[in-house]
T-cell receptor
Framework: AQSVTQPDIHITVSEGASLELRCNYS??????LFWYVQSPGQGLQLLLK??????LVQGIKGFEAEFKRSQSSFNLRKPSVHWSDAAEYFC??????????FGTGTKLQVIP | NAGVTQTPKFRVLKTGQSMTLLCAQD?????MYWYRQDPGMGLRLIHY???????AKGEVPDGYNVSRLKKQNFLLGLESAAPSQTSVYFC?????????????FGPGTRLTVL
């Protein structure tokens, strides 16, 4: 069965600092990987996704993620965080079926 | 384009009452999903549909029923609400492609069962 682990429940960073959110997955074949963001009171919005090709994926709002097969990871990064990035971030894995499994989320707080 | 809309936004029920949540999408998507979101548990799939007239169980289907009579609508029903069904419910849709397909989410329905 496929699964996703986001080991950090909460992360606090200063505005302007770099950010890395961790995601580890379990999947029997080549995974399709996603990062979604949820602003307070809103639905989820796709930041980026990986399904093949270049293992470094660029997304919206200046985010990027790197797929590392050897580590079963798909960590999300941003070089300089803005106050508007405060939200909850979800990693997800899918592939070969219509179902996607979401992680439990990492809540990001940005301090001035 | 409204995208994915959900009705209602908020609802309070008493134990044993029934209700239906409506999801509508105007993107002509084949796939539609119902999730529930609980603190510390992420999103869990309740039911999904791969096309008009079809539905299937997800991870946590007990206590819920769904119907997809029209391609653009996906209904989630609670026949006899229980406090354990207090949650935020999200609907999502995606195009027919199964692989690496983006899901588009509605704004959610916050349900409280007393």
């Amino acid at each position: 069965a496929q699964s996703v682990t986001q080991p950090d429940i909460h992360i606090t960073v200063s505005e302007g600092a770099s950010l890395e959110l961790r995601c580890n997955y379990s999947y029997g074949a080549t995974p399709y990987l996603f990062w979604y963001v949820q602003s307070p009171g809103q639905g989820l919005q796709l930041l980026l996704k990986y399904f093949s090709g270049d293992t470094l994926v660029q997304g919206i709002k200046g985010f990027e993620a790197e797929f590392k097969r050897s580590q079963s990871s798909f960590n999300l990064r941003k070089p300089s965080v803005h106050w508007s990035d405060a939200a909850e971030y979800f990693c997800a894995v899918g592939g070969g079926s219509e179902k996607v499994t979401f992680g439990t989320g990492t809540k990001l707080q940005v301090i001035p | 384009n409204a995208g994915v809309t959900q009705t209602p936004k908020f609802r309070v029920l008493k134990t044993g009452q029934s209700m239906t949540l409506l999801c509508a999408q105007d993107m002509n998507h084949e796939y539609m999903y119902w999730y529930r979101q609980d603190p510390g548990m992420g999103l869990r799939l309740i039911h999904y549909s791969v096309g008009e007239g079809t539905t299937a169980k997800g991870e946590v289907p007990d206590g819920y029923n769904v119907s997809r009579l029209k391609k653009q609508n996906f209904l989630l029903g609670l026949e006899s609400a229980a406090p354990s069904q207090t949650s935020v419910y999200f609907c999502a849709s995606s195009m027919r492609r199964e692989y690496a397909d983006t899901q588009y989410f509605g704004p959610g329905t916050r349900l409280t069962v007393l």
